[in-house]
Structure formats: C-alpha cells, structure tokens
C-alpha cells in the first residue's frame, strides 16, 4: 500500500454528507486531522440527524449538483485537497417514478462535479461513489473490477454514466479521479426505506409490540452486504495512492434477504415465519437477483478488508432500533 501523499492537513470536501456513507466518512476524516467541508442543499428544513455528534467540527456549504456554478464556487472559497462525491438519488425503487431526476443527480451531477474540479484546480483528488447496482444481470459470479455492466434500474444506469465520466476524466485531463465499487453497506445509520432497515425497525418494532408483521418483497435477492463504518476507509485509501484507479469494495460473501431476516429475528428470539408477509406491491419492476463482489484488487493494493462479518452487522442494526424505541413495553 502507498503511503498518504503530502504531510501538511488536509481539506475534504464531501458532497451527500448528510447521508449514511457521509456521516461515516465525515468521522473518519475528522480522526486523520482533515478539515472537513460538507456541502448540502438549501432547503426549508435542515436534516443533520446523522452528523449531530460532529456538527460543531465540521464546515457546511450550500452548493447543488445540479447546479454547475455553486459547484466551482464551492471549491474556490474551501479549497479542498480531495472531493469525495457522495451524493446521489440513491434510493433504487425511486429510480423508476423519477428516471429524468435520477439521472440529473446521480449521472449529470458527477460530470458537473468533475468539470468544476478540472476547471478551479485539476490537482485535486476526486472519489466518485459507484455501485454494484451497475453490474445488474451479472454476466458472472463473483464480479470484479473487469465485469461487464448490465445494470437493471434506471439507478443503476445513471451509476455507469457515472463511473464512465469519472474514467473519462482521468484519461481525458490527467485528474486523480478513482471509483469505488462498492457492494452493499448498511449500518443503524441506514434510511428507513431500505430493506435492510426496513428488517431491522420492523423486528425492533414487533418486539416492542408496536406491530405484528412486516412486509417485504422478494425475500430470495441475493446480496454482498457490509458495514457502511468499514467501506469508508476504503474510500480514503483509494485517494492516497500513488495512481488513480478503480476498486471494488465488498466482503466476498453472498447472503439473501431472508437470511438477513432469519439472524435479524433470530437476534430476539422470534419465528420469523410467523410475522413476515410477502408483497409483490414491494418487488422491483426489473430484479438484481444475486450480487457478489471479489475484492481482490482492494486487498491487495489498499490493503484494506471488512471487519464487521454478517451476522454482526444485522445484530448492531437490531440492537440500535431497539434502542431508538425505548424500553421493551
């Protein structure tokens, strides 16, 4: 692994910082002595839940991916040695009822993102968040950096657009730009409209009484799934290396739904059986029925692994809702 560029502090700027991968990554960064810059939306209410423990540390700017000028404005007034671009319309189901809004944000954004970094300073470091959903109808089994997209949301689609830019870029201009590849990654931090804490609130919330059953779609989609706390520092490694490059991140183990919800209810005792009920209204118009990553390449030239394993993961984001609930009534 190469050692970290430079010796001076850094400055990072984050975009999505406000999100779970953000708020993750916002810590690790504060730990290595970064100053640390977030950029958030204007909006009429602020939704800083995930960064409450850190917000006095860090420094936010009001900017918009869809936005190209409060993009260059924002790198010339924080002067960031990374950018980390995190943001994204990132909820998959969502990708269908608005493909043009999804396709803004999470492709044209990273373009807009790049140019700005190119044109106010080329020698800044740029990660660009990639995701597994590109690989979709997978062509093979386990997939890896050399894998072949066929991405089955329109998600999906504006994450290849975005992988594409961020390599056209690093050939086209020369910029540090990598992309990680990252396969799921959950945490408590995780939106409630994901399944995985969908699983996780909804076991919280029947053993609290609150419910009796919990509704999912396909429950045999199969996923690599990690630690959100982990894949972050895989983001920070990518851009101290000597050379750009892309990386998948993920755990090399293949779990489906239903296991997730057998260790989730398992963790209080309950027959899952009992209390979870199948609805088509919930299942994707076009599934992603088995991902698995190979993580080889990340191993090798970050050094980096997981450290959180499965059953662990499913268990924290258990304990954590049940927490957020209260005592057991």
Sequence with gaps: MAAPYGGAVKTALITGITGQDGSYLAETLLEKGYTVV??????????????DHIRDRLE???ADLLDQLSLIRVLEQTRPDEVYNLAAQSFVPTS????????????????RVLEAVRLVNPAIRFYQASSSEMFGKVRETPQDERTAFHPRSPYGVAKVYGHGITVNYRESYGLFACSGILFNHESPRRGLEFVTRRISDGVARITHGLTSVLRLGNLEARRDWGFAGDYVHAMWLMLQQDQPDD?????????????????????????WIERVVVDPALKRPAEVDRLLGNAAKARERLGWAPK?????????MVDADLARLGPRR
């Design 308 to 316: 959180v394993k499965f059953p662990d993961l499913v268990r924290m």
């Design 96 to 111: 269908w009822s608005q493909p043009v809004l999804t396709g803004e944000f999470t492709a044209l954004g990273v373009t």
């Design 60 to 62: 936010l700017r009001q």
């Design 247 to 271: 990386y998948v991140v993920a755990t090399g183990e293949s779990h489906s739904v239903q296991d997730f919800v057998e260790v989730a209810f398992g963790h209080v005792g309950l027959d």
């Design 38 to 51: 977030g950029m958030v939306r204007r909006a009429s209410s602020e939704n800083y839940e995930r960064l």
